[in-house]
C-alpha cells in the first residue's frame, strides 16, 4: 500500500524560494569603484564623482552680502 505521498495526510515541503539572478558590476565611469547603491547604479557615477561633477549649488540661506547704507538720521 504504497501512496505517491511521502507522507500520507501531511503537505508538501515547500520548494527552495528561487534565488534572484546575481546583479553584474557596474563600475564607476569616472574613477572604476565598483557602484553599490541604486542610485549609484542608475547613473554610473559613485557619490564623491557625481559630486565633483555636479557641484551643489550656494545655499542662500548661508550667502551674505555687505550693502552700503546711509546712516539713520538720527544716531
Not at 511521502?6 to 564607476?28: K, L, Q, W
Request: charged share 30%.
Amino acid at each position: 500500500m504504497e501512496s505517491p505521498e511521502p507522507f500520507p495526510g501531511f503537505p508538501e515541503p515547500p520548494a527552495e524560494p528561487e534565488r534572484p539572478a546575481p546583479r553584474r558590476p557596474v563600475r564607476c565611469a569616472l574613477c572604476g569603484r565598483p557602484l553599490t547603491g541604486a542610485e549609484s547604479r542608475r547613473t554610473g557615477l559613485g557619490p564623491a564623482c557625481d559630486a565633483k561633477l555636479h557641484p551643489a549649488g550656494p545655499d542662500i540661506r548661508t550667502r551674505r552680502h555687505e550693502v552700503d547704507q546711509d546712516p539713520l538720521p538720527g544716531t
